[in-house]
């Protein structure tokens, strides 16, 4: 998608007298993933009696706002060509920080001081790849190493237990009914959303990452664009960070591993593109909605461990395939 | 042009420099590759693990730490970043044989693929003692064998399931040959009872896989009544599950290491079995052959077992404690 048609398709839905235009934006072929999440929650709920229950889904959403969190975040770094690897690790470093600062003071300061450390890390990541022009690969691998080596060393390579309860009630609290966690996942989503479709810096980060020298030549600060990405992303790992600390009720030097690779699945499995510009925060969502109830079904049918990876590879490819196919079926937009 | 160069330049390097004295600063012996503790003038141990975080090797490294400092050792511990990393800790044992350690303590993740390593390290006639792990083939093995512990682990939930019941397990790490064995003689000593084992999964060991598998688990039965965590990561993760089901004392949760979490949970009520390993003894006595060795005395068998404590809330008060894990106040 280049500078110009993301310009014009942001004017379009400002426009009122468009909606054919808005209504034309809801394609049959990005119905492919919500499909997809659709076909697996039938099949789950013909197959096992528990997982069309209230208390599942509510399982499944505390399971998932994590993630959700995190992959939020990728998705404004891979939406502008880049990608963030030490996700993971600053997931550990703000439990890590949290936990320590909370002890020693109080429940929002030790939150802010993890959230705060978020912002630290993805200021450092845009930094580094916009000044000293490392490719994002590389910067946020060497990110992931520090951050992790520095979350092990502040813990001592130990969980560090002792949170006031008044903390971890964060992830049992309900409200209406629904996890606090999944409330939190879903207000980063509006914002995000809000942030990517309805402000300038939304349009600057697709065209950016759809081409970053016609971005350049248009006038818009690429360098800034691009730091700014990094640091939402890793600002929205933090908050990730917050709500498993506050599940495990400890800070854990070592939370998030799997959440580098699996932020991106989603986000990949979402229908943004890796190469930029192309994407929507939407499909990030049903993209972990797909890979959590896929996850949490398996586990109710008590697939075994090793099933369960095949599956998952296989699922993953089956998804994106289809859905590409459907796309280029219909023949594709620029 | 050349300023610019030259401003990038001096980025870059007070970027380095930061960072150089950041990873000094933050440096710990197990945070390094190349960690030691002051001590005395006997020489230098060296210590192989697979991984140095997690409650068990931070108990036990305190043990080898404290009892080197006691008999004038130094150690050089190496961490091989995972249980994954066999060719990594190969290299490091290997390394470490021709560093000149008087002895080299190595708790294996895999035994089998460090045989070579081994017979490298013993042809440099560095003793080498197993920690943790029986290792086949060194000078003599310091552990609680994982099968025991999963016969004790069996026995608890025998007890905790006196006519049987509903189980689920949280195995631990796929293929890593402790869960192996610890499942198998706890599956072996099962079979013969009421206990079913409804659904079973394998994870890495951490506290968060352990809330999201159990509370699956716990989703598909509801009336579980027995969770079995392979450690005390995952069986916390358990507990937690449990606990946000509002099902303390009711699903009992088993399992073994009684790292701190663990403790306040049996505390609660949450969980309600562990078989602890006496680490911090067992680091103790890898330390105490291995200066016997250094002496030239043969050890009179290659296996030293360390019993294992089985714990309840009942019998808590009675543990000692300072023989599972390192003081509260230490800090690695």
Redesign the interface.
């Known amino acids: 998608m280049s500078a110009t048609s993301a310009e014009t398709e942001a004017d379009r839905s400002g426009d009122e007298g468009d909606r054919l235009a808005r209504l034309r934006r809801i394609d049959p072929r990005d119905a492919g993933l919500p499909l997809a999440v659709l076909a697996l929650m039938v099949f789950f709920t013909v197959q096992s009696s528990v997982f069309f229950t209230v208390a599942n889904f509510q399982n499944v959403g505390l399971q998932a706002a994590a993630l959700a969190l995190v992959a939020f975040g990728q998705c404004f770094v891979v939406l502008s060509a880049g990608i963030d690897l030490s996700v993971g690790s600053t997931v550990a470093l703000s439990s890590v920080v949290t936990a320590i600062v909370m002890k020693d003071t109080s429940i929002p300061v030790g939150i802010l001081a993890g959230l705060g450390t978020g912002v630290g890390v993805g200021l450092v990541n845009g930094l580094v790849i916009t000044v000293l022009r490392v490719v994002p690969f590389v910067a946020t691998l060497a990110m992931l190493s520090v951050a992790s080596g520095l979350a092990l060393s502040w813990s001592g390579g130990t969980p560090i237990a002792g949170l006031p309860s008044g903390f971890t009630k964060i992830a049992l609290t309900r409200v209406a009914g629904v996890p606090l966690p999944v409330v939190i996942a879903a207000c980063a989503f509006l914002l995000g959303y809000a942030v990517l479709r309805h402000t300038r810096l939304g349009r600057y980060l697709y065209a950016v990452g759809g081409n970053a020298e016609a971005a350049r030549l248009a006038g818009v600060d690429v360098r800034v664009v691009t730091a700014v990405a990094y640091v939402v992303c890793s600002f929205f790992a933090a908050c990730g960070a917050v709500v498993l600390t506050a599940r495990v009720s400890s800070g854990q030097p070592t939370l998030g591993a799997s959440l580098a690779l699996e932020s991106v699945a989603a986000v990949v499995i979402g229908g943004v593109s890796l190469f930029g510009g192309r994407g929507s925060i939407v499909g990030v969502l049903f993209g972990v909605a797909f890979v959590s109830i896929l996850s949490n079904g398996l586990n109710l049918l008590n697939v075994s461990s090793y099933t369960q990876l095949l599956i998952l590879g296989v699922a993953l490819v089956a998804v994106i395939a289809i859905d590409r196919r459907i796309s280029r079926g219909r023949g594709e937009e620029t | 042009m050349i300023t610019s160069m030259r401003s ?1 330049a001096a ?2 390097a007070g ?1 380095l420099t930061s ?1 150089a004295a ?2 000094a600063c ?3 012996d ?2 390094t590759s190349s960690g030691s503790s002051s001590g005395g003038g006997k020489g230098k141990i060296g210590v192989s693990v697979p991984t ?4 068990f ?2 108990a036990m490294l305190y043990g080898m730490k404290d009892e080197a400092k006691k008999l004038g050792y130094t150690l050089e511990i190496r961490d091989a970043g995972g249980y994954a990393n066999v060719d990594k800790q190969a290299s490091q044992f290997e390394n470490l044989g021709v560093q000149g350690v008087k002895a080299v303590l190595i708790d294996p993740a895999d035994p089998t693929t460090l045989t070579g390593s081994l017979a490298q390290v013993k042809a440099a006639n560095v003793p080498v003692v197993g920690a943790g792990d029986h290792f086949p083939g060194a000078d003599v093995s310091v552990s609680s064998s994982h099968c025991d512990v999963g016969h004790a682990m069996a026995k608890g939930a025998q007890e905790l399931l006196p006519d049987g019941g509903t189980m689920a397990a949280l195995t631990g790490p ?1 293929g890593a040959p402790w869960t192996t064995d610890r499942w198998k003689c706890f599956t072996d000593d099962i079979k013969s009872t009421n206990i079913k084992i ?7 060991p ?3 896989q352990g ?3 159990a ?3 716990l ?2 039965t ?1 009336k579980l009544d027995l969770v079995y965590g392979a450690d005390d990561t995952v069986g ?2 358990a507990a ?1 599950a449990v606990q ?1 089901a509002k099902r303390c004392g009711k699903t009992q949760v088993l399992t073994a290491v009684l ?3 663990a403790e ?1 949970l049996l505390e609660e009520g949450c969980v309600n079995y562990v078989v602890a390993q006496q680490t911090v003894l067992v680091g103790r006595l890898a330390v105490r052959e291995a200066d016997k060795l250094i002496a030239g005395t043969k050890p009179p068998s290659d296996t030293v077992s360390v019993p294992l404590v089985p714990v309840t809330k009942d019998n808590l008060a009675t543990v000692d404690i300072s023989k599972l894990r390192e003081p509260d106040s230490y ?2």
């Open positions: 990038r980025l870059l970027l960072a950041l990873a933050g440096s710990s197990e945070g140095v975080q997690g409650p090797f931070t796929a409804v659904s079973e999964k394998a994870s890495d951490a506290v968060e809330v999201t598998i509370s699956d688990f989703q598909r509801p916390v993760g937690k946000e790292g701190r979490e306040a800090k690695p």
